[in-house]
């Protein structure tokens, strides 16, 4: 099992940025993928981003890509640069990891695929 612990979530303003960490610890070496869901008041989780290794290969929800940048160098820890924030991106943030290995994107853009989860840290952007 992989414990996560999320942080860097606060209140913003629009238009600001925000640099989201999520540290790992445990069974690490089992992690196949990491990814990042939110979690607004009244909605479902969706997915935000995700990154699997060994080629780093990331993943983006279409309301994220070109704001929104998923990084992290080992399985230890991933980062979620959050650029030009807006109201919508209001939300509960969590980071996800997993053990299974997909030969293709779409399985980490699910919440279905990730077995282990942070507590999850609030990011507040306000006009």
């Known amino acids: 099992q992989v414990r996560l612990v999320e942080s860097g979530g606060e209140l913003v303003q629009t238009g600001g940025s925000l640099r989201l960490s999520c540290a790992a610890s445990g069974r690490t070496f089992t992690t196949a993928a990491m990814g990042w869901f939110r979690q607004a008041p009244g909605k479902e989780r969706e997915f935000v981003s995700a990154?699997?290794?060994?080629?780093?290969?990331t993943w983006y929800a279409d309301s994220v890509k070109g704001r929104f940048t998923i990084s992290g160098d080992n399985k230890s820890a991933v980062y979620l640069q959050m650029n030009d924030l807006s109201s919508e991106d209001t939300a509960v943030y969590y980071c996800?990891?997993?053990?299974?290995?997909?030969?293709?994107?779409?399985?980490?853009?699910?919440?279905?695929?990730?077995?282990?989860w942070g507590q999850g840290t609030q990011v507040t952007v306000s006009s």
């Open positions: 996800a990891a997993t053990t299974l290995n997909y030969p293709v994107g779409n399985y980490y853009q699910t919440s279905r695929t990730y077995s282990s």
């Open positions: 990154i699997k290794w060994p080629g780093r290969s």
